[in-house]
């Protein structure tokens, strides 16, 4: 920007190694020192503000009941089932948490200790000689809000990772605190049971309804299987195709009976009609037979043939002894042939008695086996039919089994979960807890003075240190100029502050001329290629004491032998006129026209030893005359009649003239009021000088609180002024 800033600053370094930190603890103490008073005043308000809110607090009391979910639940009455209980594992526990702490089992703890006519759960609640009837609704919104606030203040928590739960409550009243405590537990358990007992209930309703069901069925099979029999004419006990086949069995073997006692009828009268058809004798047929009539008549024959043949060797044919006994063997004769006609006429009956027997029998099989086919296919229906009712029957009976298992479980119904250790009346209250606002008073004041420190940060856009400026401005700080009414001799004296030149002239010694002696020395060593030194004082804004600035500088260069001009090149104020010169006859507008010399314009001030060059208060200076050629003329002349010549000029961003004055200086200083100048104005009013080619020494600092200085100045000597401040009289 300038010349000065093209030489790297050895403060740089330190700056720049600084940055490099994640966190600047030295920046952040830095600013907590400088804004103390306002940390402290806000530190004790808060700590305050905690303190009343302690006193203020009511004291509150934690009552803690305890309960433990069975890991496995017990079972007066086993039950066997397709689905066993399960072990009881983490969920199980978690979900138990979340019960405990619903809106329903608080329901049940207000209603089981009347809450809602308790104040501390009904704030609306007015307390009365007679009894207020309220609405449903009414009823209704005040278990509600009690709900509200129970649930709002009762804490449940598993105890680590074990299956205990502790159930908390915390109220301003120790003895409420216990009771509720111990009501959400037993509520709990008591739910616990009557969700048990109602399942069971619910399982017994169920099962009663599905027996009838199950009952009527059964009966409908039954009836159908007996429907069926009647039907079919299935009467047996035993499978009906079983008594079928057995009846087929006999009759076969009756047939085969029949058909052999036919073939033997038969045998009979073929052989007898064979041997008849041959002209076999009686007698032949009778052996044939078998018959013990023909057989007797035959041994008759035989005894009536001996006779004749015994006769007939006797007596003639004509013997009558023979004639009678031939008559009597033909009689034989005849009742043999008789006999075995009936013989077989009776052998031809029998035969046809034997066809018809074994014909009758054949056809009974053929019944038979019909009827068989018929009860197979009835049988196969009926074993469907009493399947159906047989599976009726034992699911009727498993169900009656359930059925009265459930009425034995009814009265054994177990919670699943005890009571470990039930909420005693707490004696000490655990809140407000003493330690815990302490800390909250810390963190309070830490917090708001953090907060109170940011803030002024933020805001804040002035410059405080060399080291800022330098860091900011990125240009040289030459020095700082303290305030006079911050120094300790004028602290002290409790005097008006009096004017700057003044107090310059009357305190020699003191900080505030040693502040202009050092920016003097450092002007006059300034490298540059005149001798004469022709300095110009300019700053970004007005009201940053740049024209007591630029008279004390010239006073300072007066008292140490250096000849020393002021001139006052603000035409808009004319500050330091109206304050060194009572009345000015010639002014710098007429030299600078020409209508009067320097030794009339001149005026010397015997106290301070400081030439001055003022502008008159009527006189109109056109803008362009202060940059003008005449103006560079007459800074040349100047050079040969002064060594030391201060340019006390207007402020850079709103007059133009004061760049064009700089343009024609050796050296610019440029002033920034401690604290109060914008950092960004500041940098435009430098870029604006470097515009026009300035040459700008440097920064001072003026106006600087000289005690806030050294308690919040770090990167700037004014830290240790109290050091060093026994220098100064």
Same mark, same amino acid.
């Given at each position: 920007?300038?010349?000065?800033?093209?030489?790297?600053?050895?403060?740089?370094?330190?700056?720049?190694?600084?940055?490099?930190?994640?966190?600047?603890?030295?920046?952040?103490?830095?600013?907590?020192?400088?804004?103390?008073?306002?940390?402290?005043?806000?530190?004790?308000?808060?700590?305050?503000?905690? &303190?009343?809110?302690?006193?203020?607090?009511?004291?509150?009391?934690?009552?803690?009941?305890?309960?433990?979910?069975?890991?496995?639940? /017990?079972?007066?009455?086993?039950?066997?089932?397709?689905?066993?209980?399960?072990?009881?594992?983490?969920?199980?526990?978690?979900?138990?948490?979340?019960?405990?702490?619903?809106?329903?089992?608080?329901?049940?703890?207000?209603?089981?200790?009347?809450?809602?006519?308790?104040?501390?759960?009904?704030?609306?609640?007015?307390?009365?000689?007679?009894?207020?009837?309220?609405?449903?609704?009414?009823?209704?919104?005040?278990?509600?809000?009690?709900?509200?606030?129970?649930?709002?203040?009762?804490?449940?928590?598993? /105890?680590?990772?074990?299956?205990?739960?502790?159930?908390?409550?915390?109220?301003?009243?120790?003895?409420?605190?216990?009771? =509720?405590?111990?009501?959400?537990?037993?509520?709990?358990?008591?739910?616990?049971?009557?969700?048990?007992?109602?399942?069971?209930?619910?399982?017994?309703?169920?099962?009663?309804?599905?027996?009838?069901?199950?009952?009527?069925?059964?009966?409908?099979?039954?009836?159908?299987?007996?429907?069926?029999?009647?039907?079919?004419?299935?009467?047996?006990?035993?499978?009906?195709?079983?008594?079928?086949?057995?009846?087929?069995?006999?009759?076969?073997?009756?047939?085969?009976?029949?058909?052999? &006692?036919?073939?033997?009828?038969?045998?009979?009268?073929?052989?007898?009609? +064979?041997?008849?058809?041959?002209?076999?004798?009686?007698?032949?047929?009778?052996?044939?037979?078998?018959?013990?009539?023909?057989?007797?008549?035959?041994?008759?024959?035989?005894?009536?043939?001996?006779?004749?043949?015994?006769?007939?060797?006797?007596?003639?044919?004509?013997?009558?002894?023979?004639?009678?006994?031939?008559?009597?063997?033909?009689? =034989?004769?005849?009742?043999?042939?008789? /006999?075995?006609?009936?013989?077989? &006429?009776?052998?031809?009956?029998?035969?046809?008695?034997?066809?018809?027997?074994?014909?009758?029998?054949?056809?009974?099989?053929?019944?038979?086996?019909?009827?068989?086919?018929?009860? +197979?296919?009835?049988?196969?229906?009926?074993?469907?039919?009493?399947?159906?009712?047989?599976?009726?029957?034992?699911?009727?009976?498993?169900?009656?089994?359930?059925? #009265?298992?459930?009425?034995?479980?009814?009265?054994?119904?177990?919670?699943?979960? #005890?009571?470990? +250790?039930?909420?005693?009346?707490?004696?000490?209250?655990? +809140?407000?807890?003493?330690?815990?606002?302490?800390?909250?008073?810390?963190?309070?004041?830490?917090?708001?003075?953090?907060?109170?420190?940011?803030?002024?940060?933020?805001?804040?856009?002035?410059?405080?240190?060399?080291?800022?400026?330098?860091?900011?401005?990125?240009?040289?700080?030459?020095?700082?100029?303290?305030?006079?009414?911050?120094?300790?001799?004028?602290?002290?004296?409790?005097?008006?502050?009096?004017?700057?030149?003044?107090?310059?002239?009357?305190?020699?010694?003191?900080?505030?001329?040693?502040?202009?002696?050092?920016?003097?020395?450092?002007?006059?060593?300034?490298?540059?290629?005149?001798?004469?030194?022709?300095?110009?004082?300019?700053?970004?804004?007005?009201?940053?004491?740049?024209?007591?600035?630029?008279?004390?500088?010239?006073?300072?260069?007066?008292?140490?032998?250096?000849?020393?001009?002021?001139?006052?090149?603000?035409?808009?104020?004319?500050?330091?006129?109206?304050?060194?010169?009572?009345?000015?006859?010639?002014?710098?507008?007429?030299?600078?026209?020409?209508?009067?010399?320097?030794?009339?314009?001149?005026?010397?001030?015997?106290?301070?030893?400081?030439?001055?060059?003022?502008?008159?208060?009527?006189?109109?200076?056109?803008?362009?005359?202060?940059?003008?050629?005449?103006?560079?003329?007459?800074?040349?002349?100047?050079?040969?009649?002064?060594?030391?010549?201060?340019?006390?000029?207007?402020?850079?961003?709103?007059?133009?003239?004061?760049?064009?004055?700089?343009?024609?200086?050796?050296?610019?200083?440029?002033?920034?009021?401690?604290?109060?100048?914008?950092? #960004?104005?500041? /940098?435009?009013?430098?870029?604006?000088?470097?515009?026009?080619?300035?040459?700008?020494?440097?920064?001072?600092?003026?106006?600087?609180?000289?005690?806030?200085?050294?308690?919040?100045?770090?990167?700037?000597?004014?830290?240790?002024?109290?050091?060093?401040?026994?220098?100064?009289?």
């Amino acid at each position: 920007m300038n010349k000065m800033s093209e030489t790297p600053l050895p403060l740089d370094r330190f700056t720049a190694e600084e940055t490099n930190e994640l966190i600047d603890l030295r920046a952040i103490g830095r600013a907590f020192r400088k804004h103390l008073v306002p940390v402290i005043l806000v530190s004790m308000l808060a700590i305050i503000a905690v &303190a009343v809110a302690y006193f203020m607090t009511k004291p509150s009391y934690l009552a803690t009941a305890t309960m433990v979910v069975e890991r496995q639940a /017990e079972e007066v009455v086993p039950v066997e089932t397709d689905n066993p209980a399960l072990t009881t594992d983490s969920p199980t526990v978690d979900t138990a948490v979340e019960v405990l702490q619903s809106p329903f089992i608080a329901g049940r703890v207000v209603d089981a200790l009347k809450l809602t006519e308790n104040p501390e759960f009904n704030p609306g609640l007015i307390k009365t000689g007679e009894r207020t009837v309220r609405s449903p609704v009414q009823q209704q919104a005040d278990r509600d809000r009690a709900i509200r606030i129970l649930g709002g203040s009762l804490t449940v928590q598993r /105890e680590g990772v074990s299956y205990a739960i502790a159930v908390r409550y915390e109220s301003e009243n120790p003895k409420m605190a216990a009771n =509720i405590a111990n009501a959400t537990v037993d509520e709990y358990l008591l739910t616990e049971v009557e969700g048990e007992e109602g399942s069971t209930q619910r399982s017994a309703d169920l099962l009663a309804t599905r027996l009838e069901e199950l009952r009527g069925e059964v009966l409908a099979a039954e009836a159908q299987v007996a429907r069926y029999r009647s039907d079919e004419g299935l009467f047996a006990a035993t499978d009906a195709s079983s008594i079928t086949q057995q009846e087929l069995s006999v009759l076969n073997t009756q047939l085969a009976e029949a058909r052999a &006692a036919e073939a033997a009828a038969q045998s009979r009268l073929a052989t007898a009609q +064979s041997q008849m058809s041959q002209g076999f004798s009686g007698e032949a047929l009778g052996a044939a037979l078998e018959s013990e009539v023909v057989g007797a008549l035959r041994a008759q024959r035989a005894v009536f043939s001996a006779e004749v043949a015994n006769l007939i060797t006797r007596y003639g044919p004509r013997h009558p002894s023979l004639i009678k006994a031939k008559s009597e063997l033909s009689d =034989i004769d005849v009742q043999i042939s008789a /006999e075995v006609g009936r013989i077989v &006429a009776s052998l031809k009956t029998e035969a046809r008695a034997a066809q018809g027997r074994t014909a009758s029998i054949a056809s009974s099989i053929a019944g038979l086996q019909n009827r068989l086919a018929v009860d +197979s296919d009835a049988s196969v229906r009926l074993s469907e039919l009493e399947r159906n009712a047989a599976s009726a029957r034992e699911l009727y009976q498993g169900f009656l089994d359930r059925y #009265k298992e459930s009425l034995a479980r009814q009265g054994t119904e177990t919670s699943g979960a #005890k009571e470990v +250790s039930r909420a005693a009346i707490p004696v000490l209250p655990v +809140s407000p807890n003493p330690l815990l606002y302490l800390a909250l008073g810390l963190v309070a004041a830490a917090a708001s003075s953090t907060a109170v420190v940011a803030g002024r940060e933020f805001l804040e856009s002035g410059l405080r240190t060399a080291e800022a400026v330098e860091k900011r401005l990125k240009i040289s700080a030459l020095g700082s100029i303290p305030e006079i009414g911050s120094l300790p001799e004028v602290r002290k004296s409790r005097e008006p502050v009096p004017w700057p030149p003044q107090f310059l002239n009357d305190h020699p010694k003191s900080a505030f001329a040693e502040a202009f002696r050092a920016l003097k020395t450092t002007l006059v060593m300034a490298p540059g290629a005149h001798q004469t030194k022709i300095i110009s004082l300019t700053s970004a804004l007005p009201g940053e004491g740049k024209t007591s600035s630029a008279i004390c500088l010239a006073s300072a260069a007066a008292r140490s032998g250096i000849r020393t001009l002021l001139i006052d090149c603000d035409s808009r104020r004319q500050a330091s006129s109206r304050s060194l010169a009572k009345a000015i006859s010639r002014g710098l507008t007429d030299v600078l026209n020409g209508k009067a010399s320097l030794t009339e314009a001149i005026v010397h001030d015997s106290d301070s030893g400081v030439y001055f060059l003022g502008q008159r208060p009527d006189e109109e200076t056109p803008f362009d005359l202060m940059g003008s050629q005449a103006m560079s003329d007459l800074l040349a002349e100047l050079r040969g009649q002064f060594q030391f010549v201060v340019l006390d000029t207007a402020p850079v961003l709103p007059v133009a003239e004061s760049r064009m004055l700089a343009a024609l200086a050796d050296i610019v200083v440029f002033l920034v009021q401690w604290k109060e100048t914008p950092a #960004k104005a500041a /940098e435009i009013g430098l870029h604006q000088l470097d515009a026009v080619g300035a040459n700008v020494a440097g920064v001072v600092l003026s106006r600087v609180d000289v005690v806030e200085q050294a308690r919040t100045g770090f990167g700037d000597a004014g830290l240790y002024f109290k050091r060093y401040k026994e220098y100064y009289a």
